[in-house]
């Protein structure tokens, strides 16, 4: 099934965000949903991903303490808690999905737009 993702926007540097994955058309059924992001003329980079079943979580280096992923298994969702934003947290937010546990992830969202002024 298809990732559709909501809560962009723009906010002031300090500002928070939530933004919300969900799996659409049926019950999501694989190991893990991840969150990346790719600002311009950069790579798409991961920056949070939740297991399905267990909820563990990883947070790259530059996220951690400020953001937080959590998953709603009732709903087929995954939110992610953006606190104290930066300039540098601008990008295209995307979620996608791990099927196998092999880090090779799918399903790619339409992406929303997260604008960081200073």
């Known amino acids: 099934g298809q990732l559709v993702e909501s809560g962009g926007g723009l906010v002031q540097a300090g500002g928070s965000l939530r933004l919300s994955c969900t799996a659409s058309?049926?019950?999501?059924?694989?190991?893990?949903i991840g969150w990346f992001r790719q600002a311009p003329g950069k790579e798409r980079k991961l920056v949070s991903s939740?297991?399905?079943?267990?909820?563990?979580?990883f947070y790259a280096d530059s996220v951690e303490g400020r953001f937080t992923i959590s998953r709603d298994t009732a709903n087929n969702s995954v939110y992610l808690e953006m606190n104290s934003l930066k300039p540098e947290d601008t990008a295209v937010y995307y979620c996608?999905?791990?099927?196998?546990?092999?880090?090779?992830?799918?399903?790619w969202g339409q992406g929303t737009q997260v604008t960081v002024t200073s």
């Open positions: 939740i297991t399905w079943l267990a909820g563990r979580t």
């Open positions: 058309g049926r019950t999501f059924s694989g190991y893990a």
């Open positions: 996608a999905a791990d099927y196998k546990g092999t880090a090779e992830f799918g399903s």
